[in-house]
């Protein structure tokens, strides 16, 4: 469910009221004694979305070389012409495995939802904050996406 609502991200929501949106925001653990086979059935739940990354990989790849090119005969003469410089490709990030929240914001402002996969829940808690000294206000951050909040 987590993963479906990861996919959908911000385009579709429930209006609940007028000013009461719900959208499809879901953190998930997997909670089961050790050897209960949780790292490999989480493996088989996300295989969609290596399948749909590795594409979107392979697609940026290939809009990176047109651009290199596009870029290249801009700068060779369409720049003295006044053509407008060629636009850079951006990245379909369908999820991550260890970020920032920084990196998140990032990925979020060119992507409808993107899925925070973490083997371990305490991996995810104790990265939070980690470059900041401890100081810092990821736990907030989380509570806000979880809401639909901006992050700015």
């Known amino acids: 469910m987590a993963l479906v609502g990861a996919l959908i991200g911000d385009r579709l ?24 086979a949780k790292t490999p059935s989480l493996g088989l739940a996300k295989w969609p979305l290596d399948a749909l990354q590795k594409a979107a990989h392979e697609r940026y790849g290939e809009r990176m070389a047109e651009y290199q090119d596009e870029l290249a005969a801009w700068k060779a003469g369409g720049r003295d012409r006044g053509e ?18 920084e990196a ?10 993107v899925a925070v996969i973490r083997d371990e829940i305490s ?16 736990r ?8 639909a909040q901006t992050l700015k």
């Open 84 to 101: 407008p410089e060629p636009v850079k490709p951006k990245l379909r990030h369908y999820y991550s495995t260890d970020l920032t929240v």
């Open 140 to 147: 907030q951050q989380y509570l806000s996406l979880w809401s």
């Open 104 to 113: 998140l914001a990032g990925m979020l402002a060119d992507n409808p939802g």
């Open 13 to 36: 929501h429930l209006v609940l009221k007028t000013s009461w949106r719900e959208y499809l925001t879901l953190y998930l653990a997997i909670v089961a004694r050790p050897g209960a």
């Open 123 to 138: 991996g995810w808690v104790a990265a939070m904050d980690q470059y900041k000294g401890g100081k810092g206000s990821d």
